[in-house]
């Protein structure tokens, strides 16, 4: 018994290597696969909520799609008839006083540097602080080249991710609208003997992914409207631009608060060091507020990982993915956990 639970461990770990390999080699192409389809679980987890409502007051499935889909839009439609504009002169006055934001960095740059040569410090230690200064500079020059190269190179992603969109809104509506036919055709292919351990797992799988998913959109729009009316009270400028960045970077969990609290912090810099203060001030209040009264109730307690756990699984996506690996690390380690639950459990 003992060597067959060794034996068994070992292929489960040597199946584990060979997928993250696998995975990892090829990341870019499963990427450009997979989009439509994770878009799809999004719109999935949004709309059959709605749509299950209505199919209780004896709504045609497919009717029900269409509906809840007319409802998104023009919600979609009337928040941007107020917002885009707001936040479209947002964006446009950021971009207007970059070379200004620019100049005021490039201004504190000097003046560090001057404030070192001026310094009593020994020239072992200037040494070391201006070759350090040197390597970040390169870095962000580098940084700045890539973003330059890589501008078309977005343009042609924010197409692709159009017609990625327009995929899943249609592959979204056969999956509600079908399935159950598509539950029972694939029950079909497995053993009968295995059927329902496989639907237990995959609604604990479901659960997760309705948590995380409808948990973090809300999450996320809740703290852009808190952070934008906490800019606004401070008297910041760009408060919805700024607020919404920092709403949509709280999807990334742990990290994504810090992530969107910098450009707010970076502009505010130039205004003044209180002004800063300040605002750095708003995202951590709001972030306490998140941390202590919003996100227990809506994420972690649905997910089941130890924040531990979510803390190295966001790491480890991040360093292998990019942020896509962040956005996603939490519900797969989540999912990950229950599928080998379920094997062990079935096996052992």
């Known amino acids: 018994m003992r060597y067959r639970k060794l034996v068994f461990w070992l292929v489960i770990l040597l199946l584990i290597a060979a997928a993250v390999f696998f995975i990892y080699k090829y990341r870019e192409k499963i990427a450009r696969i997979l989009t439509p389809l994770i878009l799809t679980v999004v719109l999935v987890y949004i709309v059959k909520p709605m749509a299950d409502r209505l199919a209780v007051r004896k709504v045609p499935a497919g009717i029900a799609v269409l509906l809840v ?31 200004q934001l620019m100049s005021s960095y490039e201004t504190i740059f000097n003046n560090l540097i001057s404030t070192i040569y001026s310094s009593n410090w020994s020239g072992q230690v200037k040494d070391a602080v201006f070759e350090q200064i040197n390597s970040l500079t390169e870095q962000i020059r580098g940084w700045l080249d890539r973003l330059l190269e890589n501008g078309l190179k977005l343009a042609m992603d924010m197409v692709r991710v159009i017609v990625d969109s327009a995929l899943a809104l249609v592959i979204s509506f056969y999956v509600i609208k079908d399935g159950e036919k598509f539950r029972d055709q694939a029950l079909l292919l497995v053993p009968r003997r295995w059927r329902n351990g496989l639907l237990d797992t995959f609604r604990q799988i479901s659960r997760i992914l309705a948590g995380f998913i409808q948990g973090q959109l809300m999450i996320a729009f809740i703290v852009g409207m808190l952070e934008t009316v906490g800019l606004a009270l401070i008297g910041m400028k760009y408060p919805l631009a700024l607020g919404m960045i920092g709403g949509l970077a709280n999807i990334i969990p742990y990290f994504g608060p810090y992530i969107g609290a910098v450009p707010a912090v970076a502009v505010a810099l130039t205004i003044s060091p209180m002004k800063a203060v300040w605002t750095a001030a708003v ?9 202590n009264f919003i996100s227990p109730k809506m994420i972690e307690d649905k997910l089941g990982l130890h924040p531990v756990a979510t803390i ?18 939490v519900p797969v380690v989540a999912i990950f956990r229950v599928v080998i639950n379920r094997i062990v459990e079935a096996i052992v």
């Open 312 to 329: 190295f699984a966001v790491l480890a996506g991040g360093e292998f993915f990019g942020v896509p690996g962040m956005l996603l690390a």
């Open 283 to 291: 995202f951590i209040v709001v972030q306490q507020i998140d941390n």
């Open 69 to 99: 889909y007319l409802f998104i839009f023009a919600v979609l439609a009337a928040f941007g008839f107020y917002l885009i504009p707001e936040l479209a002169a947002n964006i446009m006055e950021l971009m207007e006083t970059l070379p």
